[in-house]
């Protein structure tokens, strides 16, 4: 079983037992698991065969838009990720195309309700939830629905602290605390009504949405309409990127921080922006080898201090370097990479393998926009906001969505007035690039006792600046993008240590012995992985190796879920100190070995850029290069865009290709959208019920 027992930031609770088969294998689930994590949990990554070539199929987005998952359940075809598991279900791969058992029939119809409110918010995230509390406040009938079983989106998966402005959006908090914070504040306004469990089918011209609960179909009529539906992930084409174990950032993040399911023992990451970083440190409180993330760029795009931070656990980070392919039989068994020269191609000679039994994709987001597209069309009082508007950090998602909710106040006629402008200003903040990194400074005092700051880079965060008791800690500068410095006395309170989102605030103490200080760090992998009496490396704020010490001791600060590393150090080193090693980065060798092939170029034919219909590049630049330029007809012409997702995965994939072939995409028409956001069946939208073939009453939309 792949199961995490113990984590230094989740806990782990006792849950029944729930028995059920897959392929014939009796196997245990826990209870309310849903079926992709309990067959990860029992060591099961391939689901499927893909009906057009028999290629094995995993899990990809574990967020109920791809089909990717899709599972034969009890004669039925479900998606994995987002259906639960029950005592005594049949479970078979799906080989082929689906058949419904000829016993699934309609025995009746129920009545569609429909419901009238003020404002309906799609998306339980940090934006939805924001803007929920600000409409709340003012009394305004509101439902907000998420398709997740509790509210909060993405941060839910978050064990990690959030930069940004403490007063603004909880800075210095983890996202999972957040997520609770947000939720719980909605108790407040009983004029706010919140369904999880619930999905939108799509928005209508009768400016209506559709929602699916709890097996219900329901027609909502709403005088506004917020969409906070987040992002979804982008993809990349490269040689073996189907293969079982190949997957996004936040798939991986459901796994390990929400079903607690340790999906990998080696791990490999293309991606060097927050998201992948912050997926490297997720792996490595999981327990999980990382052993090493990429990035195109020659620096990553992501907050130096999160890159610092896995780079002084013992990550490699290799950035200007590319994806050449991913291999396997039938899962991941090894990722290739090699130097990029400037358009991003591999440099052939220059590749290196490694071992990995999971690779995950973390170049970017798209935003999940359709909602708002459509209420747009069809003439509704529409607002978009986090994500689904500008891809940005949860911070500025939590402003930009009591922005949203002002707009939409004053649109209803409840409050006169524009924003004020000082709020999109501090927005703007929130959203604000990594900027410059300066040189660390030289220590300019002589106090006994004090923290030193490895944050060098500029970044929107104030929280070691608001905790400090004696306001000893000051941003050098009037904005939050400033970097802290250290002017006055210090206790040695530890409090800017626990509450720095980067762990790069470490204390310096003299008062025992002037000639050996004492130097604590924070740590936050696991309990009991650093005891006192060890012998650790040492490293500075960007990983290199300070030496050797002896832990003197271990602090615990379980309502922070922290620990402190104390070491003893020397004068010359103890300014210099950031973090201890966890692991030692594996050896590579940057020749290519005897006997192996140069790296193939990215654009081989081959590889698959529709996963839905196994559509390969080839087949779609052939297309391009015959004069094909509306998506709609290259549909028709190869199936690319035809599958199951609606071509929420492969669209941005094909219009690359598109500019790879010269095309400029203005001269490209666009996919058709879909009437509904996901599949479903017919029979949901009138309440049907039918009979399962096991002698039980089920709505088709449970399925």
């Not at 927050?274 to 052993?291: D, E, F, K, S, T």
């Not at 998602?397 to 409050?415: P, R, V």
């Not at 490293?539 to 003893?568: C, P, Q, R």
Request: proline letters at 5%.
């Amino acid at each position: 079983m792949e199961r995490i027992t113990r984590h230094v930031i989740l806990s782990v609770e006792e849950k029944k037992k729930v028995k059920f088969t897959f392929a014939g294998r009796s196997l245990e689930a826990l209870e309310g698991e849903v079926i992709s994590s309990a067959l990860f949990a029992n060591s099961i990554k391939i689901f499927s065969e893909h009906k057009k070539d028999g290629s094995p199929q995993g899990m990809f987005c574990a967020n109920g838009q791809c089909a990717q998952c899709t599972v034969i359940a009890d004669g039925l075809p479900v998606k994995a990720c987002v259906t639960v598991v029950r005592e005594r279900m049949k479970l078979e791969p799906l080989k082929g195309l689906p058949k419904i058992p000829v016993s699934a029939c309609v025995s009746e119809y129920g009545r569609v309700e429909e419901l009238e409110v003020d404002a309906l918010i799609i998306g339980g995230g940090p934006s939805g939830l924001t803007a929920a509390a600000e409409l709340g406040r003012l009394d305004v009938n509101t439902l907000i629905i998420d398709d997740k079983h509790r509210l909060g989106g993405k941060l839910v998966l978050q064990t990690h602290k959030f930069f940004g402005s403490v007063e603004d959006c909880y800075a210095g908090a983890r996202g999972i605390d957040i997520a609770d914070k947000l939720t719980d504040q909605l108790k407040e306004y009983p004029s706010v009504k919140a369904w999880t469990g619930a999905t939108c089918a799509a928005v209508f011209s009768d400016k209506k949405a559709g929602v699916l609960r709890d097996g219900k179909y329901y027609l909502i009529k709403p005088k506004v309409l917020i969409s906070a539906t987040g992002a979804r992930e982008k993809t990349l084409a490269f040689p073996g990127n189907t293969l079982p174990g190949v997957y996004g950032a936040g798939a991986f993040q459901t796994l390990v921080n929400r079903d607690l399911v340790r999906p990998a023992k080696r791990l490999f990451i293309v991606g060097g922006g927050n998201v992948g970083l912050i997926a490297a440190y997720h792996a490595l409180q999981a327990g999980i080898r990382v052993v090493g993330l990429i990035e195109a760029l020659p620096e990553c795009g992501g907050y130096k201090v999160h890159a610092d931070k896995i780079k002084r656990l013992g990550v490699p980070i290799y950035t200007g370097h590319t994806i050449v392919k991913a291999e396997g039989k039938r899962e991941l068994e090894t990722v290739t990479i090699a130097e990029a020269d400037t358009r991003f191609r591999a440099v052939p000679g220059a590749e290196k393998t490694f071992s990995a039994d999971t690779l995950l994709i973390a170049v970017g987001l798209n935003p999940v926009n359709e909602f708002h597209l459509q209420a747009s069309a069809f003439g509704m009082n529409a607002f978009v906001c986090g994500d689904a508007e500008e891809i940005a950090e949860a911070s500025a998602a939590m402003f930009s969505g009591k922005i949203t909710a002002h707009k939409a106040l004053k649109s209803l006629g409840i409050m006169a007035g524009d924003v004020p402008q000082f709020w999109f200003e501090r927005l703007e903040v929130l959203k604000s690039r990594p900027g410059a990194v300066r040189k660390p400074p030289p220590r300019d005092h002589d106090k006994t006792v004090y923290p030193a700051l490895h944050c060098h880079q500029e970044i929107p965060c104030d929280p070691c600046v608001t905790v400090c008791p004696k306001k000893s800690i000051k941003l050098e500068g009037a904005s939050i993008m400033n970097n802290p410095g250290f002017a006055g006395d210090c206790i040695g309170c530890f409090k800017c240590l626990l509450i720095c989102p980067g762990l790069a605030v470490t204390m310096v103490d003299y008062r025992k012995d002037k000639n050996a200080p004492l130097v604590s760090v924070p740590f936050e992998i696991e309990r009991g992985l650093i005891k006192k009496g060890d012998t650790v490396t040492l490293t500075d704020w960007e990983g290199a190796s300070l030496g050797a010490a002896v832990v003197g001791d271990v602090k615990d600060f379980k309502a922070e879920n922290t620990l402190i590393v104390i070491v003893k150090a020397s004068p010359a080193t103890a300014d210099k100190i950031a973090s201890v090693r966890l692991y030692e980065p594996e050896k590579t060798s940057a020749a290519r070995p005897p006997g192996r092939p140069a790296a193939r170029p990215l654009n081989d034919d081959s590889i698959i850029i529709c996963r839905c219909e196994r559509v390969t590049l080839g087949e779609i630049r052939k297309a391009i290069k015959s004069g094909v330029r509306d998506m709609n007809q290259l549909k028709a012409v190869t199936r690319a865009g035809m599958g199951a997702c609606g071509a929420k995965t492969c669209e941005s994939l094909i219009l690359s290709v598109f500019k790879s072939e010269g095309v400029d995409l203005k001269e490209v028409t666009g996919f058709s959208r879909r009437p509904l956001f996901l599949e479903a069946p017919l029979g949901a939208f009138s309440n049907a019920k039918c009979e399962t073939g096991h002698g039980e009453k089920a709505s088709w939309s449970g399925f």
